[in-house]
């Protein structure tokens, strides 16, 4: 009889109250659409505000990485495309046109009906078209919060644009959903989302230790309720619970890995359809992943005696809002801080805005940090789009350049 082989890389106990909370929050959702009172939200949406106006909230994008890891994307963006969608629009929109259009055949029979459609502009343009489409098959009106791009400082012009974007939002939801906003309850929920995202930021920071505590399937996986359940007391106890058992790996000399190597960046969203058998396959050659763009983009805080002037400037300098150089720094900065060996850009097929200018970066932050990288091409629901033996080919070249 053969031995078990000891697997690569180490479970979070934390996991098991990731799932209830995960599992409450699809609850929630579908109760708040019998209700008549659940909205669908872009992953950059201020969350706060509706929040406080006791709205239900979900997130397609969230949706998408289910349909992916579910390894659904194929079929479930086809019905889009049967229907006139290009297979070039974004899988996270396919994926959701498809599963309204048939949510009997979709992942969990597709989101729960929304009552409303909030989107930011922020993160993507596409959610603008996207959300459109969605209000045409459902009858939920859409709101837009224009936050245009900065290249540079926020000016003050700027600031009261965006100011005005979320006070027409409050007034959209007030008359929709008849409901008013307090100010104590937007307080509460916005001391809630920074609690949030203070213990995000340490956890995320406790990577830099070697070994990493978290790899990034962990940290792709935790985010999730920082991203849309910021704002609820709940989600609290869940990132407390994380950050103890990744504070007792650190002090134990504990990896997230079995034997780390290579240390490298990730920049982009993941290939859901794969996660776990590209980062662990990579962790069995001892490679982690100790920081990622991804997942550090949720950072901030809202303590401000101005509630929505603290939100106006989180939520319009939030990564993606911003130019080529502040990408570049930023990879820089995470390389440098997590003493890393090299790093990996993932050109996703779908998600123009996030991808634009991967080649340009890539030599400049090879300049600037003296670290190797690489492109490797995908998609991160569509596994259509994504060639395992070319990545595998292109990963190989970057760790001969490392070890």
């Not at 939002?169 to 937007?186: G, K, P």
């Not at 007391?233 to 504070?247: G, P």
């Not at 776990?276 to 982690?288: D, H, M, P, T």
Request: hydrophobic share 40%; glycine share 6%.
């Amino acid at each position: 009889m053969s031995e078990k082989k000891e697997k690569a890389y180490r479970l979070l106990e934390a996991n098991n109250l990731l799932n209830q909370i995960m599992f409450r929050y699809m609850l929630e959702g579908h109760s708040a659409s019998e209700e008549g009172r659940l909205a669908w939200l872009t992953s950059g949406f201020p969350v706060e505000i509706p929040l406080a106006m006791s709205l239900g909230v979900v997130y397609p994008e969230q949706y998408g990485a289910v349909v992916g890891s579910q390894k659904m994307g194929p079929q479930v963006c086809a019905f889009a495309e049967n229907i006139g969608y290009s297979p070039e629009l974004c899988s996270y929109a396919r994926s959701s046109i498809g599963s309204v259009l048939k949510p009997e055949e979709s992942p969990l029979e597709g989101l729960p009906k929304p009552q409303a459609l909030l989107a930011g502009n922020n993160i993507c343009g596409t959610v603008m078209k996207w959300y459109d489409a969605v209000s045409q098959l459902t009858g939920a009106p859409v709101f837009l919060l224009d936050t245009p791009p900065i290249d540079d400082v926020q000016g003050d012009h700027h600031k009261e644009y965006v100011k005005a974007g979320l006070e027409r939002l409050i007034t959209f939801i007030s008359d929709h959903f008849d409901v008013e906003l307090q100010d104590d309850r937007l307080r509460e929920v916005a001391d809630n989302s920074t609690r949030a995202i203070a213990l995000w930021t340490e956890i995320l920071q406790s990577c830099k230790a070697k070994p990493s505590p978290l790899n990034c399937a962990d940290r792709f996986l935790a985010m999730a309720p920082v991203v849309s359940q910021r704002g609820t007391e709940y989600i609290l106890e869940y990132y407390e619970t994380l950050l103890k058992e990744v504070r007792e790996r650190v002090s134990n000399g504990l990896g997230a890995i079995m034997d780390e190597k290579v240390r490298l960046l990730w920049d982009n969203i993941p290939p859901w359809f794969n996660i776990f058998r590209f980062f662990n396959s990579l962790a069995k050659r001892g490679v982690v992943f100790p920081a990622d763009t991804y997942t550090h983009a949720w950072s901030g805080s809202f303590d401000s005696p101005d509630i929505l002037n603290a939100i106006v400037s989180l939520y319009s300098n939030v990564y993606l809002n911003k130019g080529i150089d502040a990408k570049i720094d930023k990879m820089c900065e995470l390389i440098m801080d997590y003493d890393l060996d090299g790093f990996v850009l993932f050109s996703v097929r779908s998600c123009k805005r996030y991808s634009l200018g991967q080649m340009v970066s890539k030599e400049i932050v090879m300049e600037r940090t003296g670290v190797p990288g690489v492109i490797i091409e995908g998609d991160m629901v569509d596994s259509r789009l994504f060639n395992e033996a070319q990545v595998q080919t292109r990963i190989d070249a970057l760790l001969e350049m490392i070890v």
